[in-house]
């Protein structure tokens, strides 16, 4: 077995799941988005995916964000998240019906340097892990 791994910033994450439990939970959220969800009512749903962010703020200006997730002027909806040793990301759009998500080992730009790795480096792979898997979004 693995040794515990915790961090003194447990509340906002540390989600322990697997990849099915994740395109179960991407599944649902494409479909609640769409008004065809199941989990939650209509109503939430609706309060899950309403921007949050001052109206002043346009798409495309900055983080423009509902619950939970950021919306994009091009109409995706993402969350991204990361502690020191890991790092995900979940992405879909709501009108084409697809999306994705990476779960992965390395740091974001910021954590990197705790860590005794190039940040900036690992998140340039993130970028490119990102850029490839959305080139392959809906053919498969």
Not at 90 to 95: E, G, K, M, N, V
Not at 112 to 118: E, I, P, Y
């Amino acid at each position: 077995p693995l040794p515990k791994y915790s961090h003194h910033s447990y509340p906002d994450g540390f989600l322990h799941t697997s990849n099915e439990d994740m395109a179960m939970y991407l599944t649902e959220m494409i479909k609640g988005a769409t008004g065809r969800g199941s989990l939650l009512s209509d109503a939430n749903y609706k309060l899950l995916f309403e921007r949050q962010s001052p109206s002043n703020l346009e798409l495309g200006e900055g983080e423009v964000h509902a619950v939970l997730w950021d919306l994009h002027s091009n109409g995706r909806i993402e969350h991204s998240g990361a502690d020191p040793g890991v790092l995900s990301f979940i992405s879909f759009d709501p009108i084409r019906e697809t999306g994705y998500f990476i779960m992965t080992n390395i740091n974001d730009g910021g954590l990197g340097s705790d860590l005794g790795v190039n940040g900036d480096e690992t998140f340039e792979q993130l970028l490119k892990i990102l850029e490839l898997v959305s080139e392959f979004e809906g053919k498969v």
